[in-house]
C-alpha cells in the first residue's frame, strides 16, 4: 500500500565512507525528487528527474549522485560521507507539476 | 526567486483554542502554495494546497487556508486545537521547472506547535 516508500529508515556509518538511499515509488508518477532536511527542520530540495531525465539540480557537492534506473526509482549515493551530511533525507514524487508525495524519510547520521 | 517566511518558529495553544499559523510568500507571478505537517519523527503529509481556484481552501483534519494576494499571505487555521495536531507545520511555494516536467518546492522554516491540555 505504501505510495512512497525509501530504504533504510536509519543509517549510521563512519566519515569517508560511501552509502547509497533508496527510494520508490507506486503511484505511477513521472517526476521524483530528493530533499535534505537538516537539524533545524530546514528542507531544500537536492535534486528531481522526469522519466530518468535530471530536471533540477541544485548547489549540491559532487559527493551526492542521483540514480533513476526506471521512473518508479530514484536512488542517491553519497560518497566520502562528511559529518555535515548527517540529516534526514525525503524522496518525492508527482505527476509532473502536481502534488508532491512525500516518503518517511531516511535520517543519515555520519560519526 | 521565490521565498517563504513563517513568522512564528513556536505556537502554543490550548486544547478546544483556535490555532493561527502564519505564512507570507514571494513570488514572481501565481503561485501554488501548500501546507505540509510532520509529526514527530515522521514524513511530510499534505494539509492543503491553493492552485488559484477558489482563496478559501479547504484541507484535512478541520485546516483550512486563506489565499491574500494583497498581502501575500497564506495563513493557517483550524478553529479547534486537538492534541493530535502537535507537530511540525510547513508552508509552501511551488513554481514549475523545465518543461513544466516537475514543480521545485521552497520551504518555510516551519512552526512547531504545542497543545497544552
Known amino acids: 500500500d505504501t505510495a512512497v516508500s525509501q530504504t533504510p529508515k536509519y543509517l549510521v556509518t563512519q566519515m569517508g565512507n560511501d552509502k547509497s538511499i533508496k527510494c520508490e515509488q507506486n503511484l505511477g508518477h513521472d517526476t521524483m525528487y530528493w530533499y535534505k532536511q537538516d537539524s533545524k527542520k530546514f528542507l531544500k530540495i537536492m535534486f528531481s528527474?522526469?522519466?530518468?531525465?535530471?530536471?533540477i539540480n541544485e548547489t549540491v557537492p559532487n559527493r551526492f549522485s542521483p540514480k533513476s534506473p526506471d521512473k518508479a526509482h530514484l536512488n542517491l549515493h553519497i560518497n566520502s560521507l562528511e559529518l555535515g551530511d548527517s540529516a534526514v533525507y525525503f524522496c518525492?514524487?508527482?505527476?509532473?507539476?502536481?502534488?508532491?508525495?512525500f516518503g518517511p524519510g531516511t535520517r543519515l547520521t555520519v560519526l | 526567486a521565490q521565498s517563504v517566511t513563517q513568522l512564528d518558529s513556536h505556537v502554543s495553544v490550548s486544547e478546544g483554542t483556535p490555532v493561527l499559523l502564519r505564512c507570507n510568500y514571494s513570488s514572481s507571478y501565481s503561485p501554488s502554495l501548500f501546507w505540509y505537517v510532520q509529526h514527530p519523527n515522521k514524513g511530510l503529509q499534505l494539509l492543503l494546497k491553493?492552485?488559484?481556484?477558489?482563496?478559501l481552501v479547504k484541507g484535512i483534519n478541520g485546516f483550512e487556508a486563506e489565499f491574500k494576494k494583497s498581502e501575500t499571505s497564506f495563513h493557517l487555521t483550524k478553529p479547534s486545537a486537538h492534541m493530535s495536531d502537535a507537530a511540525e507545520y510547513f508552508c509552501?511555494?511551488?513554481?514549475?521547472?523545465?518543461?513544466?516536467?516537475?514543480?521545485?518546492?521552497?520551504f518555510g522554516g516551519g512552526t512547531r506547535v504545542l497543545v497544552k491540555p
Open positions: 491553493y492552485t488559484s481556484a477558489a482563496t
Open positions: 518525492a514524487s508527482s505527476q509532473y507539476t502536481d502534488t508532491q508525495y
Open positions: 509552501v511555494v511551488s513554481e514549475s521547472v523545465i518543461k513544466a516536467a516537475g514543480n521545485k518546492l521552497t
Open positions: 528527474y522526469n522519466n530518468k531525465e535530471l530536471i
